[in-house]
């Protein structure tokens, strides 16, 4: 019933949408990573919103309704990268799908089986064009930055992400056409994109993923061994029915723990063998700190080993008996 909810959803907001006036405004990747982005805008009955555009490292790309209509960009990575998905965001809970989607006045995401995501508000001259940009400010080398980063993604020897042409960069591009047999010559477009198609290949499946099978939501939060220590990073809220890849990474054994909480009317249920402190917040959190939560104003929370990896990746299915009854 839900689906077909979103079905006439889909079929109105294409109706709406065609009517449109044709001049969207442009995004702007500036930054080292292959992007996708989903702009958001106000209608008569509710938000309306679309994605997923794909952008190449400095490629630009229409998204969206005619630059005059108040709107929102969300972008995020792709999963070729290890280090998990980079977000560009904001503050404004908008309705999303995993895969493409196009729809008008959908507000009950959890109802549908969609996500929600954090939309960030353009300013009038952003309608026309807005830039994604990252801490290195790469601007006109992001081509180059995007691509030393997809090869490094694909497994090749790539150590700095810089944006400027080397030698080491060109051995590995000679490299990565030798094993693909096909030689891209002064294609970069093509180049990138087949470099992008390897990297997912290669780290689509890696790292943590956790379903929820119970009849309640979940609170997750993840703990892993970064250098000498770990950092803990929450929350991800997963719907009935729905999963959440927590980590990009290829995990070794021992590595990554986590902590999950089943959101009952009543009271709120922990995952049993939560037995490994670290701290959480109430809100969104990343911290490195493990021993003094309190002075930090956080609390301790118990975390719970994740099974061991198969070829750096780890699937939990979380199921209602797995948690511990409520205290009385």
Known sequence: MARLILALALILSGAALASSPA?????????SFMVEAAKAWRTATGLAAEGWVRIAPGGCAEVGPDVETEQYLYARSTRAYTGGVREWRGALDVCVDETDFSFEGVADCEAL????????RLTEDERERAVLVELEDFRDRAEEAGLQRLLQAAGYD???IDGYAGRRTRRQIDAFQEDAEEDFGADRGALIEALHERALA???GVGLRVCNEADAPVAAAVARAVGDGYEARGWWRIAPGACAHMLAERLTAGESFLHARLLTDGAQRILSGSDERFCVAAGRFTTAERENCAAIGFEAAGFAATPEPTDGAVSVVLTEDQFQDPAP
Request: proline letters at 0%.
């Open 158 to 160: 790539i150590n700095i």
């Open 23 to 31: 001049r969207a405004g442009e995004v702007c990747n500036e930054t």
């Open 202 to 204: 290669r780290n689509r």
């Open 113 to 120: 089986g969609l996500e929600v995501r954090q939309f960030r």
